[in-house]
């Protein structure tokens, strides 16, 4: 199944570069934050309409898309408030599930947001 899932994220997908950004730890001495780290990673997905029906406004707003994205060992997973540039255009990861079969997760599911 896992690889019935790249397969087709890789046919009909794109390569998608992620990056997140971690925060520095709090200096109590001097009351400031200490300077923060950016990872980055690519995977391949493949980035969709939400249906009119879909939206919400609440929940989906009105230009978010999901991305079905390859499970890839030398990516990191999703995370909430990873940025993903789709076609040069950055969008925030707000939503992650994942698709478990068998004890593998086969592909994540993110919503983005502009």
Excluded: C, H
Excluded at 22 to 34: C, I, Q
Aim: hydrophobic content about 45%.
């Amino acid at each position: 199944m896992l690889a019935t899932a790249q397969r087709l994220i890789r046919a009909y997908g794109q390569s998608i570069s992620f990056a997140r950004v971690v925060e520095g730890a709090f200096v109590p001495t001097t009351g400031a934050v200490g300077a923060g780290t950016t990872s980055s990673y690519t995977a391949y997905g493949a980035p969709m309409s939400y249906r009119s029906t879909e939206i919400d406004n609440e929940t989906i707003m009105q230009n978010d898309m999901f991305v079905w994205t390859e499970v890839n060992a030398a990516a990191s997973v999703p995370d909430i408030g990873d940025v993903a540039t789709i076609s040069t255009v950055a969008y925030r990861v707000v939503n992650v599930e994942k698709f478990v079969a068998q004890g593998s997760t086969l592909v994540y599911k993110l919503q983005v947001r502009l």
